[in-house]
Every structure is written in structure tokens, then in C-alpha cells.
Nanobody, 116 residues
Framework: QVQLVESGGGLVQPGGSLRLSCAAS????????MGWYRQAPGKERELVAR???????NYADSVKGRFTISRDNANDAVYLQMNSLKPEDTAVYYC??????????WGQGTQVTVSS
């Protein structure tokens, strides 16, 4: 099993910044893709950003130009730098990983609240 542990959520004012971190541990077998999803109350979980082992990235249109995903392959970690945060970014953010065997793993989630 792979465990994903997130950190860095919290309360921030509109226009502010937060940095989320996620570290993988356990029976890791070459994690290929790591990413971040979010789920707001009453809404479905949606992709925020993802990054391949080689560094290719995908972003949701709603966060392009404001969020940046990065990863540390040596330590099986992924980060999400969130700038110019908006109230509509409020959600629980989940770390996600897919390993070479096709296994999907999720973190427990971290709350991000953007409010004045």
C-alpha cells in the first residue's frame, strides 16, 4: 500500500497564497503520475493539476496562470503553489498518485478556505 500525506491547507484571504505538499510512503512502485484534486461542498471531485514523472503538466482551466504543480521524484513528493486565491477555490484538496502497476492512491485531504 501507498500512503499519501498532505499538508499546507488553511484559511487565507482572497488574493493570498498557499503551498500544499504531499509525500508518498509505503510500498511505492515507481509512481508515474501525481496530482491534486479538489471537492467543494455539493460538488463532484475535480482535477486541479497533475504532473508526470517526466515533468509534463495539466491544469484545470480555472487555475491556469495562478497555480503551479511541481514534484520531487527522489522523495516521491508533489507540491501545489496556489497564488491569487479566490473564494471559489475553497474546497478539500486531495493528493493523488498512480503507480506503474496502475494502482490509484489518495491522501486524506486538506481543507483550503479562501475568505475575508
Amino acid at each position: 500500500q501507498v500512503q499519501l500525506v498532505e499538508s499546507g491547507g488553511g484559511l487565507v484571504q482572497p488574493g493570498g497564497s498557499l503551498r500544499l505538499s504531499c509525500a508518498a510512503s509505503g510500498s511505492i512502485f515507481r509512481i508515474n503520475v501525481m496530482g491534486w484534486y479538489r471537492q467543494a461542498p455539493g460538488k463532484e471531485r475535480e482535477l486541479v493539476a497533475r504532473i508526470t514523472r517526466g515533468g509534463s503538466t495539466n491544469y484545470a482551466d480555472s487555475v491556469k496562470g495562478r497555480f503551479t504543480i511541481s514534484r520531487d521524484n527522489a522523495n516521491d513528493a508533489v507540491y501545489l503553489q496556489m497564488n491569487s486565491l479566490k473564494p471559489e477555490d475553497t474546497a478539500v484538496y486531495y493528493c493523488h498518485a498512480v503507480n506503474q502497476l496502475g494502482g490509484n492512491f489518495w491522501g486524506q485531504g486538506t481543507q483550503v478556505t479562501v475568505s475575508s
